[in-house]
Structures are given as C-alpha cells and as structure tokens.
C-alpha cells in the first residue's frame, strides 16, 4: 500500500493554471456499493512502529563555496546529532511497549468486530487479514486496504494517526465524478475506486512547567541519549561531543523546546507499561474503522468549497468531523476538545530499534521465501 501524496512542481505557470485540483476522496456510487457488497478488508501490516517526530535543521553554506559547504555539514551535523539521538531514543524506548505486531492486531480486531457485528450496510467486511508488504509487496484486488502511520508530535504531546483507505478492482475501474474546463488530469484517470484519509489526534498532555530541576534532568537526559552502546560518552572534539555540549547549554537556558519537552512527555506515555499511549490507540483503531465502514457506504461526492460537517461529540468534548473544503474535503477528522495550540511534527521521524530489528526480519523473511 502506497501513501497518497500529492506534490506538483509546475515548471511553468501555464502548466500549472492546467492542472484542476480534485478532493483526495473518492467515494464508490451506488452501484458500486451494490456490486461490492460483503468485501475482503486487509490492514497493512506496520513497520514503522510509533514514530518520534523531529525537527530537522538545514545549514546551507552552499553561498561561500567548498569551504562553506563543508562548514555547512559541519554545523548541520553539530546541530542536528543530539536530537536524532534523542528522537531515536525515545522511539526505541515507546518501540518496546508497543511493537508493528500489537499496533497490527488490535487495528485487524476494530475491523473484525464490524464483520462480525448485524449487517445493517451494503458493503460489509466479510473477511479481515493482516498482508506485510515486505512478504507480499504490491496492491491488493477486490479488497479494502488500511495503510497506518502513527507519530508522536515534535513535543510529544499528541500522538497522530493517520489510516489511508483504499480499494481497486480490475474489473471496475475508476471513473472520475467531476467535470473539468479541459481534459481531466492524469490522475483521474487512474487509481483506485475508492479512497479516503482518517486522522485521529489524542488528548494533548499538558506541557511540563520548566525549573531549575526540570533543567538539570534535561542536561541529564542530554548526556545520557548520546551515550553509545558501552555507555561512554562522545569523546572530546567531535561532532557528537560538540553536538552534546550545544544541547546542554540549550538546556540550560529559559526556554523550553519542543525536543526538550518531549523528553518529560514521552515518559508519560510509557507510564505503566505504555497505558496511557496504548489506550489511545485502541480510540484511534475504534474510530478509524467505524467510519471506514461507514464512509465506504457513502456516495456524495467531497467538493473542494464547502464547510466542515460536524458527525459526532463524545462526552468528553471529542469531535469528529468530515472535511468540507480543500483537497482534504471529505476526510474524517476526530479531536480532542479544547484544543487552542495545534503540535507541531518537524521534518523527520525516528524510528525504535525493535522495530528496525522487526522489518528487518520481514525483509528476511520474503527473500527465504523468493
């Protein structure tokens, strides 16, 4: 299962001004929904674990020459070690409480609950499955496919998860609902049937107030994510020992960054073997296949002008909503309450070594069984 991106790079502004957009989502008509009926369901099997997100810093030093872009790596290496330490330590740690196998079990558990549940839908789950791509690599015909990422903010304070539904069948084509000036753009006219983005976002923690102790843990922490494996510490001149001592002096100061607010943050998340985190992915598996199964069943077409519709308000304020406007435009959405702040996840993410470890056994796996 491939994410769906859309990214345009116009060489042009008359290429560009030729492109229509269209809403990502692409609901089945009435017939198709009456031809699919009882429909196979396979949940992408993860490997990417709960990722760390972080924020990468560019040093561009291209403007003085060699010498500046050496300068540049330099610094971008000075700058950016300690964090990727820190993200990858932190996604090690969540990586050990909640592995691809529990994320992948629980997520294929929502969907079989509904096929089990009274048939009151035209197209039903008649079968739920777990499919890894790195064993059985390509798209999947005449099934409902679930790819899932799941990534902690920049601080750690909400985890996101994000469920691309998809289903092709060779049989039934997808043809496009929308009228266009012009001819209709390439990617109408292929792709799959159906297709539609269902984001959770949890409960935001509440950010860590910053004293002098909170500091000196924070400088703790520091030291203790650039550690190797033997437990000793970068050794003096290096990039890596650089890179500690510039974290350590941001430590210090009065200021209380997103990287250094997900270290306290993460720890919540991992109190009593990762309670408070796995709680909220069994909300996000829960939601994403109620309103799978309730959208794939849904005909009207998303237009990107419209306002945002309001579906459901839980007694804890929660709200789910279906997009209206944009190239989001009948997507899901569910939200904490009371939310002002939106997180932040930077530029990159981190990662657990189990869940290389994982994949990496995967890859293993589908080349014994080539």
């Known amino acids: 299962?491939?994410?769906?991106?859309?990214?345009?790079?116009?060489?042009?502004?008359?290429?560009?001004?030729?492109?229509?957009?269209?809403?990502?989502?692409?609901?089945?008509?009435?017939?198709?929904?009456?031809?699919?009926?009882?429909?196979?369901?396979?949940?992408?099997?993860?490997?990417?674990?709960?990722?760390?997100?972080?924020?990468?810093?560019?040093?561009?030093?291209?403007?003085?020459?060699?010498a500046g872009v050496i300068?540049?790596?330099?610094?971008?290496?000075?700058?950016?070690?300690?964090?990727s330490h820190r993200a990858t330590r932190q996604a090690t740690e969540i990586a050990e409480v909640v592995t691809p196998e529990r994320l992948n079990v629980s997520l294929a558990a929502k969907f079989k609950a509904l096929a089990e549940a009274p048939r009151d839908r035209t197209v039903t789950f008649s079968d739920?499955?777990?499919?890894?791509?790195?064993?059985?690599?390509?798209?999947?015909?005449?099934?409902?496919?679930?790819?899932?990422?799941?990534?902690?903010?920049?601080?750690?304070?909400?985890?996101?998860?994000?469920?691309?539904?998809?289903?092709?069948?060779?049989?039934?084509?997808?043809?496009?609902?929308?009228?266009?000036?012009?001819?209709?753009?390439?990617?109408?006219?292929?792709?799959?049937?159906?297709?539609?983005?269902?984001?959770?976002?949890?409960?935001?923690?509440?950010?860590?107030?910053l004293t002098s102790e909170l500091k000196e843990r924070l400088a703790a922490s520091v030291r203790d994510s650039m550690r190797d494996e033997s437990g000793a510490l970068p050794a003096e001149g290096t990039s890596e020992y650089k890179s500690m001592l510039?974290?350590?002096?941001?430590?210090?100061?009065?200021?209380?960054?997103?990287?250094?607010?997900?270290?306290?943050?993460?720890?919540?998340?991992?109190?009593?073997?990762?309670?408070?985190?796995?709680e909220e992915i069994e909300k996000a598996h829960a939601f994403i296949a109620k309103y799978v199964l309730l959208d794939i069943n849904r005909t009207a077409i998303p237009s990107l002008e419209g306002t945002d519709e309001l579906l459901e308000t839980t007694s804890d304020d929660r709200t789910v909503r279906r997009i209206g406007a944009g190239a989001g435009a009948g997507s899901y959405v569910s939200s904490a309450a009371n939310v002002v702040t939106p997180a932040t996840y930077g530029n990159a993410v981190a990662v657990g070594k189990a869940t290389e470890n994982y994949v990496n056994g995967l890859k293993h796996q589908a080349k014994k069984d080539k």
């Not at 777990?130 to 015909?141: A, I």
């Open 1 to 66: 299962m491939r994410a769906f991106i859309v990214l345009s790079l116009c060489f042009g502004l008359a290429a560009c001004a030729t492109v229509e957009p269209v809403p990502t989502a692409r609901p089945l008509s009435q017939a198709n929904i009456t031809a699919l009926g009882p429909t196979r369901a396979s949940v992408t099997g993860d490997q990417a674990g709960v990722g760390k997100s972080w924020y990468y810093t560019e040093v561009n030093g291209a403007g003085a020459g060699l």
């Open 71 to 83: 300068g540049g790596l330099i610094a971008g290496a000075i700058i950016n070690t300690a964090p």
């Open 128 to 209: 739920v499955v777990v499919t890894q791509k790195r064993v059985t690599p390509g798209e999947l015909d005449d099934t409902l496919e679930i790819a899932t990422s799941y990534t902690l903010s920049e601080d750690s304070s909400v985890l996101r998860v994000v469920s691309t539904a998809t289903y092709k069948n060779v049989v039934i084509p997808y043809k496009t609902p929308y009228t266009f000036k012009k001819q209709a753009p390439a990617s109408e006219n292929t792709g799959p049937l159906y297709r539609n983005v269902f984001t959770y976002y949890s409960t935001p923690l509440p950010t860590p107030v």
């Open 246 to 278: 510039h974290e350590v002096e941001l430590a210090q100061d009065d200021k209380l960054t997103g990287g250094e607010s997900s270290v306290f943050l993460t720890r919540e998340w991992l109190k009593n073997h990762g309670a408070p985190l796995k």
